[in-house]
């Protein structure tokens, strides 16, 4: 697929009054003028030394970053399910300058896929964020970080992208995922090293406190479900069938279908995710559902990226199937018998993945059991923990398969599970995914009295194996190819896992880049939409076109320091909007408050707003850069 990202340019940096340094009491004044000029001097150079060597303050314009960092971008509260969710905006400028035609209109939400008219909302800029220089000048880069570069094909402008390749390293993208080249020609997956990092990169698959509640009404099936195992009834999801109404035991659902509560039961009972995906088209249709829908694997589907208007319009390509999740939920425990027990379960393709709490013992082990067909006793302990204490209160839990990695974290904390919690997965044998990844997410108890709620899910991202058709040519802006030549096709067959699998097998390919001494490799955190190193072109005719020179490496991005005001009054909309023309009219304020655009080969003051008051700021993406 041909990326449609403008290369994430820098912005001008920001920099603040150098006498913003100095601080103190104003000593006493002596010297006249000569001890004034100088004063100043001082604070130039140290505010100069200060920019060079230390930190400097940058604009991030367009969304190759998403979602660690966001380039100018709206944020939407989704009109059918109330998620909230950012979406790119970043093609509705060129050069500063508004582009009518180019104006976003609508975007379809991540979390329900409703089709939501955001033409009118506010545009806000990108993430302001302070860059460390410190780091690179006398350390050494690490992988993951994420850096300030000059781009090597114009060393003038400044780029920022993830570091994942390290010098004389080989780096493969394959289904997904990155991975290092040994020197004996194997490969091993690269993991976040720090499990903050892994968490920055996951993106929503389904929150279950915003359910399709008005598609419910006309029958489309909720996504989660206490079900009864049942691999004969054609209605059953991979093996799983809802559990017939009016039973006496197993999970009540409320009346507004975001909890679940069990009583205490001598047999496990499950409750399951479904990934039942309704369609733009589908919210638009009033009528009782007239067909049964078909659940379809997870995709690497982006918010950020679908929308209509801008340079490209249409909806995001998300055709390929990810495997890699987090499940998480809060639960209540109350009354434990000596049997109780709780089950958070992931599968990925052949793999079933448990994390089996003992309620009683206070103990959690984390299982793995290859080919689903087996027998319970075949799981293979990974990892366990003692001193796990789950009884009689109200805890967060997560649960997460991700870069052949299992975490558990217990109310945000992190829980040891040991080495082979971490375990190897040979990357060239790709089953593919099977009919458990129609329904990959799942909870039992049993011998427990147990609610949950805030039912979440995550996926890990998804690196396209896409690049250049030619690795030696000198093109600017060489033609590139999609990980996979038949998208559509994939898209078509994402609810028979075994037909993608096929078509996947003989349409994709993997991406290899290697990079020689002091050579590092940046990709963006927005994959689908980031023209980064798998894509540059070579016109400076290097030998590898991908690799950034140490040389250009400016400093390592560390903290969000304003992302942007949120506005209030007038609908949350604050004030100009594009219906102010009495503010649009007045000299005084149009140039402040509207961008210009070209009408006629000359500028002209648009009724696009630039700059929206009141607003107050937004604390909460405050935040480190991980």
């Known amino acids: 697929m041909t990326q449609s990202d403008t290369p994430p340019k820098m912005q001008t940096p920001i920099t603040g009054s150098a006498s913003d340094l100095l601080t103190g009491n104003e000593p006493e ?360 204490q789950l009884k009689n209160g109200r805890h967060t839990l997560r649960f997460a398969n991700v870069d052949d990695r299992l975490c558990i974290w217990i109310d945000g904390q992190l829980i040891d599970l040991g080495p082979r919690a971490s375990y190897r997965q040979d990357p060239t044998d790709f089953p593919g995914p099977g009919y458990g990844d129609l329904s990959p997410v799942g909870i039992a108890a049993r011998g427990a009295q147990v609610t949950v709620s805030h039912l979440a899910i995550f996926r890990d991202i998804y690196y396209r194996s896409e690049m250049v058709r030619d690795a030696n040519t000198r093109a600017e802006n060489p033609s590139s190819r999609a990980e996979s030549s038949d998208e559509t096709g994939l898209i078509d067959a994402l609810s028979n896992p075994g037909s993608w699998h096929e078509l996947y097998s003989s349409s994709a390919s993997e991406a290899v880049f290697e990079l020689g001494p002091d050579e590092f490799l940046m990709l963006g955190d927005n994959s689908p939409k980031s023209k980064d190193g798998r894509l540059w072109g070579n016109a400076r005719g290097a030998a590898r076109r991908h690799a950034v020179p140490r040389s250009a490496l400016v400093g390592k991005a560390f903290y969000i320091y304003w992302p942007h005001g949120q506005p209030f009054l007038n609908n949350g909309h604050g004030y100009p909007d594009d219906k102010d023309s009495l503010m649009r009219r007045l000299p005084i304020f149009n140039r402040w408050f509207y961008h210009a655009t070209i009408e006629n080969d000359q500028p002209t003051i648009s009724d696009y707003p630039q700059f929206r008051v009141p607003f107050y700021p937004q604390f909460r993406r405050m935040k480190r850069i991980r």
């Open 29 to 388: 004044r002596r010297g006249g003028w000569r001890e004034t000029i100088e004063s100043f001097a001082i604070a130039f150079i140290l505010a100069f030394v200060f920019k060079t060597f230390e930190a400097e303050a940058f604009v991030i314009p367009t969304g190759s970053m998403a979602p660690t960092l966001y380039g100018r971008h709206k944020d939407i509260d989704c009109e059918a399910c109330g998620h909230n969710y950012a979406v790119g905006a970043s093609e509705e400028l060129q050069n500063d300058w508004y582009e009518p035609t180019s104006r976003i209109t609508s975007s379809y939400c991540p979390n329900c896929r409703n089709e939501n008219d955001i033409k009118d909302l506010p545009v806000f800029k990108g993430d302001r964020i302070l860059v460390n220089k410190f780091p690179f000048e006398f350390g050494q880069p690490k992988r993951w970080d994420v850096t300030v570069f000059k781009f090597p094909e114009q060393p003038n402008v400044n780029y920022i992208k993830r570091m994942v390749g390290l010098p004389n390293e080989t780096i493969v993208i394959r289904q997904g995922n990155l991975y290092l080249v040994n020197p004996d020609g194997g490969r091993q997956i690269l993991r976040k090293a720090d499990p903050l990092k892994q968490d920055t990169l996951q993106l929503p698959v389904f929150d279950n406190d915003h359910p399709e509640t008005r598609l419910h009404a006309l029958g489309w099936p909720s996504r989660w479900a206490a079900v009864d195992k049942d691999s004969d009834d054609p209605h059953a999801v991979a093996g799983w069938i809802e559990s017939k109404t009016g039973a006496k035991t197993g999970w009540k659902v409320s009346d507004d279908s975001r909890s679940f509560s069990l009583a205490t039961s001598n047999q496990l009972k499950w409750l399951r995710y479904r990934h039942f995906v309704p369609t733009p088209e589908r919210w638009k249709d009033n009528e009782p559902l007239d067909f049964r829908p078909r659940p379809q694997l997870i995709t690497d589907f982006c918010g950020y990226n679908t929308y209509e208007g801008g340079h490209m319009p249409g909806r995001d390509q998300d055709c390929y199937w990810v495997g890699d999740l987090t499940f998480g939920c809060e639960i209540t425990v109350g009354e434990v018998q000596a049997t109780g027990r709780l089950l958070l379960e992931l599968v990925e393709g052949r793999r079933r993945f448990r994390a089996d709490f003992d309620l009683a013992a206070g103990t959690v082990r984390v299982t793995s059991k290859i080919d689903l067909n087996r027998t319970e006793d075949e799981d293979e302990e990974l990892g366990r923990s003692e001193g796990i």
